[in-house]
């Protein structure tokens, strides 16, 4: 989800980043324009600033914010934040499952739903 462009071999490498959820602490979308001209591929990387709060509302409108409550809550703070959220919400739903003796792999649904409520209480003001 991060930008960058690196020349190897002849070879343009681009990730052109995420429109919504970059990951690089920054809220605003990433893309990138690639452009021949006739000899050589040119990449432009761009950012531009969207209403992530409008996103955001529009997200909570649909079904999926109910059905899957964790991860739409998850995909919300990386969208307000720019930051990963779900790598370290799986190494703390573990950690969380074996400290409460819970071994069932996937998660119950009961384990899921509390290591998350746990979760956001430990980071209510990340």
Known sequence: HIQWVWRCGGKLLV???????????????????LEWDGTIWQCTLRRVAYDVNKALAEMQSTPCAKDLLVWHGILAKELETGREQAIPFLHFAEQYATEMADAQRPFTHDTWQAAYAAWLAQNRND
């Open 15 to 33: 990730n052109p980043g995420s429109c919504g959820v970059a990951l690089d602490f920054r809220t605003d979308a990433a893309y990138a324009i």
